[in-house]
């Protein structure tokens, strides 16, 4: 289980900053396209 938190920090993290940040300074999107965007790299596992 530690694996799986600190692969999330190192890869999870900066995805989710990086989705937050564009949802930010976009002002067309909604807050849906937000929610959508997150699904992915909440729901994805990194086999890096």
């Known amino acids: 289980m530690y694996n799986s938190i ?5 890869f999870g993290v900066g ?3 990086k989705i937050i940040k564009n949802f930010m300074e976009d002002s067309s999107t909604g807050i849906g ?3 959508m965007a ?3 790299p909440l729901q994805e596992r990194n086999e890096q």
């Open 6 to 10: 600190q692969q999330f920090n190192e």
């Open 15 to 17: 995805k989710i900053e």
């Open 33 to 35: 396209d937000l929610v």
């Open 38 to 40: 997150l699904d992915k």
